[in-house]
């Protein structure tokens, strides 16, 4: 079942049925305004919504509005003063499920909520079924959900935004959300990849040409950024820009001045720059192969696209909806999982991230024999996977992807037990088993540094996960886990947690 969300900005309201709702096992989702609520409806729905109707930037009514045109089948409760009789009626008509005068009894709350959840799972079919709703950007987990906030916080700016992630991480759509949710929404959207093209083609690609410009210039063409005008142009893989470039994309971004190729005459745009890579920009700069300034430029709002093994969490509702998507695409039936082969799915590495994991669904669509889908039926070259991608991060608390110093003889030892972990994670929903599992493997396979390695990987998890929860505040994670300022910061540096 989905989180029952709740818009208020009064926190203490959103406390009291945080608590009251988590004594009844129902799962909670808060946000503090109509615009961070508005932004999470573009990737994702909740069972319930529950709104206060008067709050600084936006009125539950609106969000009531929004919702009932995209979910219609979506039970909304108002909540509004005692008083408040006008709202109370405006809430009806506009279709909510019930209202809750302030101040209210918690428990009358909760029974009213129950309802609606009642309602809400009589009237959807099975999840499959409701996939034609899912959006196209989906994520329950911390990291995402931070994500899905800081689009709703730049809805209304058109400032420079750089996005940072691995290949696959979906950066892409995170910049068309950007562009969607600005003032800039019903200009155009123009996504142009640098790696992709040449060099000797780029600058035309980018900034166009005169006529007679260069050989096969039969015709003035006008490059990206003039076809953006008054949108957003969007560079990915800004990483990999040759350097003589990035001289003239800093002109641009400075005064928002340019000349074609050939041309004579300074052309003025209007464009915001969203830009994207997987590279990392600093140690590019470094070495020489990143403009230290137009970095800067660039670097004016940083986005972090964790990687899929980061929120591992997401890959089970991932899995499912790229499967209906498939089947939608194909005219299909869409395949249904096994817990047990959900589990698997989601301990693996997934180097290539969703897109990945989309890749899989696909293939699965196709391949797969039946229409359950377990272990078996997965490609050979995953089915033994999940051990190993284990295995291979040992030594890399850093979660770039990149494996060091992993033992061949580890590898091995995660290959021959994979299945059993998964099982352990699915059925016993132990993390104890699961560790005592993957160490048996190891000891087995007589690894190397077994208990540095382990700790090492525990550390890490850890101490990222705090890091997550506070936001990167390193004095509040490290009251939290009980150890001191000056240990979580040198713990960060030994196990290059830095992000």
Not at 210 to 221: D, I, K, L, N, S
Not at 345 to 350: C, K, N, R, T, V
Not at 365 to 384: C, G, N, R, S, Y
Not at 423 to 447: C, P
Request: net charge negative.
């Amino acid at each position: 079942m989905k989180p029952i969300w709740i818009v208020d900005d009064d926190e203490s309201i959103r406390w009291v049925l945080e608590k009251a709702l988590a004594r009844e096992n129902f799962t909670t989702r808060s946000f503090s305004n109509v615009r961070d609520a508005l932004a999470a409806l573009e990737f994702d729905s909740p069972q319930v919504l529950v709104s206060d109707i008067r709050m600084p930037g936006g009125s539950g009514l609106d969000l009531l509005g929004r919702v009932r045109e995209k979910f219609p089948g979506l039970p909304v409760i108002i909540i509004t003063a005692f008083s408040d009789l006008d709202s109370a009626v405006a809430a009806f008509q506009g279709g909510a499920f019930e209202y809750l005068a302030k101040p209210f009894d918690i428990d009358k709350a909760v029974e009213l909520i129950r309802r609606a959840v009642e309602e809400s799972l009589r009237g959807e079919h099975a999840d499959e079924e409701r996939s034609t709703e899912t959006p196209e950007m989906l994520g329950h987990a911390p990291a995402m959900q931070d994500m899905f906030r800081a689009i709703g916080r730049l809805s209304n700016s058109s400032a420079t935004v750089l996005i940072t992630g691995e290949s696959g991480t979906g950066k892409e759509l995170v910049a068309r959300a950007l562009h969607r949710h600005s003032p800039r929404a019903a200009g155009p959207f123009i996504a142009l990849n640098t790696a992709a093209i040449p060099k000797d083609l780029l600058e035309s690609e980018l900034f166009g040409h005169e006529r007679g410009a260069f050989t096969g210039a039969q015709a003035m063409r006008q490059g990206r950024f003039e076809q953006a005008e008054n949108g957003t142009l969007f560079l990915d893989e800004i990483g990999d820009m040759p350097f003589d470039l990035q001289t003239r994309l800093l002109r641009v971004l400075s005064d928002g001045q340019f000349y074609r190729v050939g041309g004579h005459n300074p052309l003025r745009v209007n464009v915001r720059v969203i830009a994207a890579t997987h590279q990392n920009l600093e140690q590019r700069v470094r070495q020489g192969l990143f403009r230290e300034d137009l970095y800067h430029r660039l670097n004016v709002i940083r986005l972090r696209l964790p990687a899929l093994r980061e929120r591992s969490e997401d890959i089970p509702l991932l899995t499912k909806h790229f499967l209906q998507k498939s089947a939608r695409e194909l005219g299909v039936d869409p395949k249904r999982v096994t817990d047990e082969t959900l589990a698997y799915i989601a301990s693996l590495g997934f180097p290539g991230n969703v897109r990945q994991l989309e890749n899989l669904c696909n293939w699965l669509t196709v391949m797969a024999p039946a229409q359950t889908i377990e272990i078996k039926d997965l490609p050979p070259d995953l089915q033994h996977a999940a051990g190993a991608n284990l295995s291979m991060t040992i030594d890399e608390p850093d979660g770039t992807g990149d494996p060091r110093q992993a033992s061949s003889a580890a590898v091995n030892a995660a290959h021959a037990g994979a299945a059993d972990a998964a099982r352990a994670v699915a059925s016993a929903g132990n993390w104890e088993t699961v560790l005592r599992t993957e160490v048996a493997k190891l000891l087995r396979d007589s690894s190397p540094e077994v208990m540095d390695a382990m700790m090492r990987r525990f550390e890490a998890a850890v101490i990222r996960e705090a890091l997550d929860f506070t936001r990167g505040r390193k004095v509040e994670a490290a009251e939290r886990l009980g150890i001191g300022r000056n240990t979580i910061t040198r713990k960060i540096q030994e196990l290059n947690l830095e992000p």
